[in-house]
């Protein structure tokens, strides 16, 4: 049997169903898009009855989160409605599918038809990755298997990984994914582990642990460890005779399997130093809240155009400020009007604008008699002139408003 090329799964749906081992409910495999396996439930749900972040959706024979445009159907995972779990956040309309779940698994193991698995932490990875059968058991060898980050524990030995591809004839392919060439033991951190736990483990080996990392460049050779497919079946449209046998590596979980010492028996290999070439050189502008930069040779202190706008503008702002507190503004004259000075009496400003010629005009009244009255006026302070000799009044009484006034310079 062979699958179509534009398949992206190679798990064939007839080893795809199985039942949960912790609640016996019927669960459906796929594989995810980040290498790994999920369980789904059998059957569709309709959109309004799921809430977004729990919905997925198959394409391809590979699970994917979200949904299909103009589908309104989606998948659910079993380990969020899973009853031997503990959900601390689930959606308040999934719990009536818990409560269900619940009360079955109950009945049948009052009625004998189910036994679960006795788990130490019951936690959605340990559904989702269950431990293969052929895993070694605490005290024997497991190797962990590098990638960049990504840390994936072996059921066995490195090299006693073997395919799981199926041939022609039907059986599982007893080819091994060992490849000397493509990786190296290497000595790297545990990850961190909180708790008293994880300082014992972190106390015990030292924080370091051996690994066999594959090279971080040659991506077809961490896909084909990914897939567990040996090098005759990394490219073969065989599907999978059994389910992948990786396992993400938890410090607290997997602490027995940790390698402390170097594996012998393996050929020697430098570790791989990969430089990345990050372009040109750049200069950063000086201002602190500013990522600009410039590939040209510039001063110390460079300033990008918009720094250098903005500091212009703001040092011609400031020059104004100073200007304005060491010049206070002009006064203006008795009439409120800017530009003249007042007179004091006595002093040069009084004597130069005395002394200044001014322009006479004539005043015209028109009394209630309706004879005309002229009246020298200053055109400079526009009030009438005394007559000479007199001295003015300090009170008097309102003058009679006259009917009209006008000006004519003489």
Same mark, same amino acid.
């Given at each position: 049997?062979?699958?179509?090329?534009?398949?992206?799964?190679?798990?064939?749906?007839?080893?795809?169903?199985?039942?949960?081992?912790?609640?016996?409910?019927?669960?459906?495999?796929?594989?995810?898009?980040?290498?790994?396996?999920?369980?789904?439930?059998?059957?569709?749900?309709?959109?309004?009855?799921?809430?977004?972040?729990?919905?997925?959706?198959?394409?391809?024979?590979?699970?994917?989160?979200?949904?299909?445009?103009?589908?309104?159907?989606?998948?659910?995972?079993? #380990?969020?409605?899973?009853?031997?779990?503990?959900?601390?956040?689930?959606?308040?309309?999934?719990?009536?599918?818990?409560?269900?779940?619940?009360?079955?698994?109950?009945?049948?193991?009052?009625?004998?038809?189910?036994?679960?698995?006795?788990?130490?932490?019951?936690?959605?990875?340990?559904?989702?990755?269950?431990?293969?059968?052929? /895993?070694?058991?605490?005290?024997?060898?497991?190797? #962990?298997?590098?990638?960049?980050?990504?840390?994936?524990?072996?059921?066995?030995?490195?090299?006693?990984?073997?395919?799981?591809?199926? &041939?022609?004839?039907?059986?599982?392919?007893?080819?091994?994914?060992?490849?000397?060439?493509?990786?190296?033991?290497?000595?790297?951190?545990?990850?961190?582990?909180?708790?008293?736990?994880?300082?014992?483990?972190?106390?015990?080996?030292?924080?370091?642990?051996?690994?066999?990392?594959?090279?971080?460049?040659?991506?077809?050779?961490?896909?084909?460890?990914?897939?567990?497919?040996?090098?005759?079946?990394?490219?073969?449209?065989?599907?999978?005779?059994?389910?992948?046998?990786?396992?993400?590596?938890?410090?607290?979980?997997?602490?027995?399997?940790?390698?402390?010492?170097?594996?012998?028996?393996?050929?020697?290999?430098?570790?791989?130093?990969?430089?990345?070439?990050?372009?040109?050189?750049? &200069?950063?502008?000086?201002?602190?809240?500013?990522?600009?930069?410039?590939?040209?040779?510039?001063?110390?202190?460079?300033?990008?155009?918009?720094?250098?706008?903005? &500091?212009?503008?703001?040092?011609?702002?400031?020059?104004?400020?100073?200007?304005?507190?060491?010049?206070?503004?002009?006064?203006?004259?008795?009439?409120?009007?800017?530009?003249?000075?007042?007179?004091?009496?006595?002093?040069?400003?009084?004597?130069?604008?005395?002394?200044?010629?001014?322009?006479?005009?004539?005043?015209?009244?028109?009394?209630?008699?309706?004879?005309?009255?002229?009246?020298?006026?200053?055109?400079?302070?526009?009030?009438?002139?005394?007559? /000479?000799?007199?001295?003015?009044?300090?009170?008097?009484?309102?003058? &009679?408003?006259?009917?009209?006034?006008?000006?004519?310079?003489?």
């Amino acid at each position: 049997m062979r699958l179509h090329r534009s398949n992206a799964s190679l798990l064939l749906r007839s080893k795809a169903y199985d039942f949960c081992a912790y609640c016996s409910c019927p669960v459906e495999w796929f594989d995810r898009y980040d290498d790994r396996r999920i369980p789904l439930m059998p059957k569709e749900f309709p959109l309004a009855l799921i809430p977004p972040k729990r919905r997925w959706y198959v394409d391809g024979g590979v699970a994917y989160t979200g949904t299909l445009r103009g589908y309104m159907y989606c998948r659910l995972a079993h #380990t969020t409605i899973c009853p031997a779990l503990d959900h601390d956040d689930l959606d308040d309309e999934l719990w009536p599918l818990v409560t269900r779940l619940g009360v079955r698994i109950q009945k049948k193991i009052a009625e004998g038809q189910f036994v679960p698995r006795p788990v130490e932490a019951r936690t959605a990875a340990e559904i989702e990755e269950p431990e293969p059968a052929n /895993a070694a058991p605490a005290g024997q060898e497991r190797h #962990t298997m590098r990638y960049n980050s990504w840390l994936r524990l072996a059921p066995g030995r490195i090299e006693d990984l073997q395919c799981i591809a199926a &041939t022609q004839r039907g059986p599982r392919c007893s080819n091994s994914v060992y490849a000397a060439d493509e990786g190296f033991w290497e000595h790297v951190d545990i990850p961190y582990a909180p708790g008293r736990e994880g300082e014992l483990i972190l106390n015990t080996t030292g924080g370091m642990m051996w690994v066999w990392t594959l090279a971080p460049l040659d991506f077809r050779a961490a896909t084909r460890w990914s897939k567990q497919r040996c090098d005759v079946h990394a490219e073969a449209p065989a599907p999978d005779h059994s389910p992948r046998e990786w396992v993400d590596f938890h410090p607290l979980k997997h602490g027995s399997f940790i390698v402390g010492e170097k594996p012998l028996g393996y050929p020697e290999k430098e570790s791989l130093q990969v430089s990345i070439h990050m372009g040109p050189k750049t &200069t950063a502008c000086d201002t602190a809240s500013c990522h600009n930069s410039t590939v040209m040779a510039v001063p110390k202190g460079w300033l990008c155009y918009q720094c250098a706008r903005r &500091t212009k503008r703001r040092a011609a702002v400031h020059s104004r400020w100073q200007s304005t507190r060491s010049h206070p503004p002009a006064p203006t004259n008795p009439n409120g009007l800017p530009g003249a000075e007042k007179a004091e009496p006595h002093s040069p400003a009084a004597s130069a604008a005395a002394a200044a010629p001014t322009a006479a005009w004539t005043t015209y009244e028109l009394g209630d008699a309706g004879t005309a009255m002229s009246t020298s006026k200053n055109a400079t302070t526009n009030r009438p002139a005394p007559p /000479a000799g007199s001295t003015p009044a300090t009170t008097s009484a309102a003058p &009679t408003p006259p009917t009209r006034l006008y000006q004519h310079p003489n």
